[in-house]
Protein backbone atom coordinates (compact mmCIF):
# COMPACT_ATOMS: atom_id res chain seq x y z
CA UNK A 1 0.00 0.00 0.00
CA UNK A 2 2.59 2.49 0.92
CA UNK A 3 5.14 2.01 -2.12
CA UNK A 4 1.87 1.44 -4.74
CA UNK A 5 -0.44 4.17 -3.27
CA UNK A 6 1.52 6.70 -1.46
CA UNK A 7 4.70 6.88 -3.00
CA UNK A 8 3.75 6.57 -5.99
CA UNK A 9 1.41 9.30 -5.92
CA UNK A 10 3.54 12.05 -4.22
CA UNK A 11 3.12 11.60 -0.75
CA UNK A 12 7.12 12.22 0.48
CA UNK A 13 6.92 12.64 4.22
CA UNK A 14 8.91 10.03 5.96
CA UNK A 15 6.92 10.31 9.08
CA UNK A 16 3.45 10.41 7.18
CA UNK A 17 4.97 6.87 5.44
CA UNK A 18 6.38 5.12 8.49
CA UNK A 19 2.96 5.94 10.03
CA UNK A 20 0.94 4.98 7.41
CA UNK A 21 3.57 1.46 7.29
CA UNK A 22 2.36 1.01 11.17
CA UNK A 23 -1.24 1.75 11.29
CA UNK A 24 -2.74 -1.52 10.61
CA UNK A 25 -6.20 -0.22 8.44
CA UNK A 26 -7.74 -3.44 8.61
CA UNK A 27 -8.15 -2.96 12.54
CA UNK A 28 -10.77 -0.32 11.78
CA UNK A 29 -12.51 -1.62 9.27
CA UNK A 30 -15.66 -4.89 9.49
CA UNK A 31 -13.98 -8.37 9.47
CA UNK A 32 -16.15 -8.73 6.00
CA UNK A 33 -14.47 -5.94 4.90
CA UNK A 34 -10.92 -6.68 5.92
CA UNK A 35 -9.39 -8.08 2.59
CA UNK A 36 -10.05 -4.74 1.19
CA UNK A 37 -8.60 -2.72 3.85
CA UNK A 38 -5.52 -1.89 1.97
CA UNK A 39 -6.86 -1.22 -1.36
CA UNK A 40 -6.98 2.42 -2.46
CA UNK A 41 -10.36 3.41 -1.33
CA UNK A 42 -13.19 4.41 0.48
CA UNK A 43 -15.05 1.77 2.60
CA UNK A 44 -18.02 2.19 4.72
CA UNK A 45 -18.08 2.18 8.69
CA UNK A 46 -21.75 2.63 9.15
CA UNK A 47 -24.14 5.54 9.74
CA UNK A 48 -23.53 6.26 6.35
CA UNK A 49 -19.98 7.04 6.82
CA UNK A 50 -16.86 6.04 5.80
CA UNK A 51 -12.53 5.71 6.11
CA UNK A 52 -11.54 7.67 3.71
CA UNK A 53 -8.84 6.16 1.00
CA UNK A 54 -5.69 5.67 2.41
CA UNK A 55 -3.82 8.32 -0.27
CA UNK A 56 -6.08 10.98 1.09
CA UNK A 57 -5.34 9.70 4.61
CA UNK A 58 -1.27 10.08 3.49
CA UNK A 59 -2.34 13.48 1.68
CA UNK A 60 -3.86 15.39 4.61
CA UNK A 61 -1.21 14.50 7.19
CA UNK A 62 1.61 15.43 5.09
CA UNK A 63 -0.21 19.14 4.30
CA UNK A 64 -0.07 19.52 7.82
CA UNK A 65 3.37 19.22 8.28
CA UNK A 66 3.77 18.04 11.48
CA UNK A 67 7.25 17.31 13.49
CA UNK A 68 6.12 15.57 16.59
CA UNK A 69 5.45 18.25 19.68
CA UNK A 70 1.80 19.62 18.14
CA UNK A 71 -1.51 19.50 19.46
CA UNK A 72 -4.02 18.31 16.42
CA UNK A 73 -7.84 18.98 16.85
CA UNK A 74 -9.49 16.50 14.16
CA UNK A 75 -13.27 17.29 13.78
CA UNK A 76 -14.75 13.46 12.69
CA UNK A 77 -13.29 10.48 14.01
CA UNK A 78 -15.18 8.36 12.11
CA UNK A 79 -13.29 4.52 12.89
CA UNK A 80 -10.57 6.53 14.59
CA UNK A 81 -7.99 5.55 11.39
CA UNK A 82 -7.16 8.76 10.87
CA UNK A 83 -6.94 9.53 14.41
CA UNK A 84 -4.43 6.32 14.88
CA UNK A 85 -2.19 7.96 12.26
CA UNK A 86 -2.39 11.67 13.62
CA UNK A 87 -1.40 10.38 16.73
CA UNK A 88 2.16 8.62 15.20
CA UNK A 89 2.65 12.53 13.94
CA UNK A 90 1.69 14.57 17.18
CA UNK A 91 1.86 14.91 20.65
CA UNK A 92 -1.78 14.60 21.28
CA UNK A 93 -4.92 14.52 19.63
CA UNK A 94 -8.28 15.65 20.23
CA UNK A 95 -10.74 14.46 18.27
CA UNK A 96 -14.68 14.82 17.90
CA UNK A 97 -17.06 12.72 16.52
CA UNK A 98 -20.63 13.76 15.91
CA UNK A 99 -22.31 9.96 15.92
CA UNK A 100 -22.60 8.26 19.36
CA UNK A 101 -21.73 4.86 18.26
CA UNK A 102 -19.03 5.87 15.80
CA UNK A 103 -17.21 7.54 18.51
CA UNK A 104 -17.69 4.41 20.68
CA UNK A 105 -16.43 2.29 17.77
CA UNK A 106 -13.32 4.27 17.24
CA UNK A 107 -12.61 4.25 21.04
CA UNK A 108 -12.64 0.42 21.15
CA UNK A 109 -10.66 0.60 17.83
CA UNK A 110 -8.05 2.87 19.78
CA UNK A 111 -7.55 1.05 22.50
CA UNK A 112 -7.29 -2.56 20.97
CA UNK A 113 -4.23 -0.38 18.67
CA UNK A 114 -2.90 1.25 21.94
CA UNK A 115 -3.38 4.66 20.76
CA UNK A 116 -2.95 6.49 24.32
CA UNK A 117 -2.35 10.26 23.39
CA UNK A 118 -5.92 10.58 22.23
CA UNK A 119 -8.67 11.85 23.73
CA UNK A 120 -12.18 11.46 22.20
CA UNK A 121 -15.14 13.15 22.45
CA UNK A 122 -18.77 13.18 20.69
CA UNK A 123 -19.64 16.55 20.49
CA UNK A 124 -20.55 18.73 17.55
CA UNK A 125 -17.29 19.40 15.71
CA UNK A 126 -18.76 22.57 14.22
CA UNK A 127 -18.09 23.88 17.70
CA UNK A 128 -14.42 22.53 17.83
CA UNK A 129 -12.93 21.90 21.34
CA UNK A 130 -12.81 25.30 22.75
CA UNK A 131 -11.66 23.85 26.25
CA UNK A 132 -8.43 22.77 24.93
CA UNK A 133 -7.49 25.31 22.40
CA UNK A 134 -5.71 27.18 20.68
CA UNK A 135 -4.71 24.18 18.75
CA UNK A 136 -1.18 24.04 16.26
CA UNK A 137 -3.43 22.31 13.50
CA UNK A 138 -6.95 21.54 12.60
CA UNK A 139 -7.58 18.73 10.36
CA UNK A 140 -11.63 17.78 9.36
CA UNK A 141 -12.73 14.71 7.68
CA UNK A 142 -15.55 16.05 6.30
CA UNK A 143 -17.18 18.32 3.42
CA UNK A 144 -18.24 21.81 4.00
CA UNK A 145 -18.90 25.09 1.94
CA UNK A 146 -17.60 27.42 4.39
CA UNK A 147 -14.69 26.78 7.37
CA UNK A 148 -16.53 27.33 10.43
CA UNK A 149 -15.51 30.12 12.73
CA UNK A 150 -14.76 28.28 15.80
CA UNK A 151 -11.72 26.34 14.23
CA UNK A 152 -10.35 29.67 13.03
CA UNK A 153 -10.31 31.03 16.23
CA UNK A 154 -9.37 27.91 17.75
CA UNK A 155 -5.94 27.32 15.37
CA UNK A 156 -2.83 29.43 17.32
CA UNK A 157 -1.19 32.31 14.86
CA UNK A 158 0.68 30.09 12.69
CA UNK A 159 -1.51 27.39 12.84
CA UNK A 160 -2.39 25.09 9.61
CA UNK A 161 -6.19 23.58 8.54
CA UNK A 162 -7.12 21.49 6.14
CA UNK A 163 -10.06 20.41 5.03
CA UNK A 164 -12.22 19.38 1.76
CA UNK A 165 -14.04 22.77 0.92
CA UNK A 166 -16.92 22.48 -1.64
CA UNK A 167 -20.70 22.00 -1.93
CA UNK A 168 -22.43 18.60 -2.69
CA UNK A 169 -19.94 15.72 -3.44
CA UNK A 170 -17.44 18.50 -5.38
CA UNK A 171 -14.86 19.13 -2.82
CA UNK A 172 -11.42 20.17 -3.14
CA UNK A 173 -8.60 19.88 -0.18
CA UNK A 174 -7.35 23.23 1.15
CA UNK A 175 -4.66 24.15 3.10
CA UNK A 176 -5.30 27.53 5.35
CA UNK A 177 -2.65 28.95 7.24
CA UNK A 178 -3.38 31.79 10.04
CA UNK A 179 -0.88 34.70 10.07
CA UNK A 180 -2.45 37.22 12.54
CA UNK A 181 -5.32 38.68 11.41
CA UNK A 182 -4.75 37.15 7.59
CA UNK A 183 -5.48 33.84 6.37
CA UNK A 184 -3.30 31.88 3.58
CA UNK A 185 -5.23 29.18 1.50
CA UNK A 186 -4.04 27.01 -1.16
CA UNK A 187 -5.84 24.86 -3.02
CA UNK A 188 -4.59 20.93 -3.98
CA UNK A 189 -6.47 17.56 -5.15
CA UNK A 190 -10.32 17.44 -5.74
CA UNK A 191 -12.24 14.48 -3.94
CA UNK A 192 -15.68 13.62 -2.06
CA UNK A 193 -16.00 13.41 1.47
CA UNK A 194 -19.43 13.05 3.66
CA UNK A 195 -21.03 15.99 4.37
CA UNK A 196 -20.18 18.55 7.45
CA UNK A 197 -23.08 18.43 9.49
CA UNK A 198 -23.79 20.66 12.58
CA UNK A 199 -25.28 19.49 16.09
CA UNK A 200 -24.44 16.00 17.76
CA UNK A 201 -25.99 12.88 16.47
CA UNK A 202 -28.65 10.62 18.23
Known amino acids: MVEDQLVARGITDARVLDAMLHVPRHMFVDAALASHAYQDSSLPIGEGQTISQPYMVAKMSQLLNLEGHERVLEIGTGCGYQTAVLSRLCRRV ?28 CADGTL ?75
Open 128 to 202: GWKEYAPFDAVLAAAGGSEVPDAWIHQLRDGGVLVMPLGSGSSHVLIRLRKRGAEIIEERFDACTFVPLIAGRGA
Open 94 to 121: YSIERIPSLSERARRNLRAARHANVMLT
